[in-house]
């Protein structure tokens, strides 16, 4: 099993950006889709963004054009840059696998104020 942890996380204002990165491990990280995810309370986890081994992206409706999210396989790292932020994106956010979950981490808070 893998394990992720989430950072970079805060409070911004509606047009502002913040950056996530998502750390993980193993030889076979770089094989891996990783995906972020978000839950705000009450509603269900919403895969936002995910990331192929070759680089390859897709991202949900609600975030195109305003998210990118990229890796960096000799630091373990998946990233999302969150530009245009909205109050709508306040959630929790965390990173997994896309085609076999692992165990979740604790995710990093982003919160957009109006």
């Known amino acids: 099993q893998v394990q992720f942890v989430e950072s970079g996380g805060g409070l911004v204002q509606a047009g502002g950006s913040l950056r996530l990165s998502c750390v993980g491990s193993?030889?076979?990280?770089?094989?891996?889709?990783i995906g972020w995810y978000r839950q705000a309370p009450g509603k269900e986890r919403e895969l936002v963004a995910h990331?192929?081994?070759?680089?390859?992206?897709n991202y949900a409706d609600s975030v195109k054009g305003r998210f990118i999210i990229s890796r960096e396989n000799a630091k373990f790292t998946v990233y999302l840059q969150m530009n245009s932020l909205k109050p709508e994106d306040t959630a929790m956010y965390y990173c997994?696998?896309?085609?076999?979950?692992?165990?979740w981490g604790q995710g990093t808070q982003v919160t957009v104020s109006s």
């Open positions: 193993g030889s076979i990280f770089p094989f891996m889709t």
């Open positions: 997994n696998r896309v085609l076999n979950w692992e165990a």
């Open positions: 990331i192929n081994s070759v680089g390859s992206t």
